[in-house]
């Protein structure tokens, strides 16, 4: 099992940053792989960024450049640094864990996550 707890979410302005936390706590961290997803009202989950459990990255076109993923293994905690913020970022932000083993092939599906924590909310106003 692996219990996951997200925070720093907030209301921010076009063109800020924000910087989101993802804690893990039960089973061992350093061998999961890791990633965030959003969604938005009225719209499915999407992928926004992933980071394998030896640290390759992967991010989605909307996000490429401006968001950043990183893990701290010692800490049990995956980062998202949200730079240069837009409206259409406004989501509900989710933290998910997969231990599936064909997870590098499709890690930008939820399906392949077997752990998602809460939500934490960022909302971008104009």
């Known amino acids: 099992q692996v219990q996951l707890v997200e925070s720093g979410g907030g209301l921010v302005q076009a063109g800020d940053s924000l910087r989101l936390s993802c804690a893990a706590s039960?089973?061992?961290?350093?061998?999961?792989?890791m990633a965030w997803f959003r969604q938005a009202p009225g719209k499915e989950r999407e992928f926004v960024a992933a980071?394998?459990?030896?640290?390759?990255?992967y991010y989605a076109d909307s996000v490429k450049g401006r968001f950043t993923i990183s893990r701290y293994n010692a800490e049990k905690t995956v980062y998202l640094q949200l730079n240069s913020l837009k409206p259409e970022d406004t989501a509900v932000y989710y933290c998910?864990?997969?231990?599936?083993?064909?997870?590098?092939?499709?890690?930008?599906?939820?399906?392949?996550?077997?752990?998602w924590g809460q939500g934490t909310q960022v909302t971008v106003s104009s």
């Open positions: 039960g089973r061992t961290f350093s061998n999961i792989n």
């Open positions: 998910a864990a997969s231990l599936n083993v064909y997870w590098s092939t499709s890690y930008y599906s939820p399906a392949k996550y077997n752990y």
């Open positions: 980071v394998s459990w030896n640290g390759n990255t």
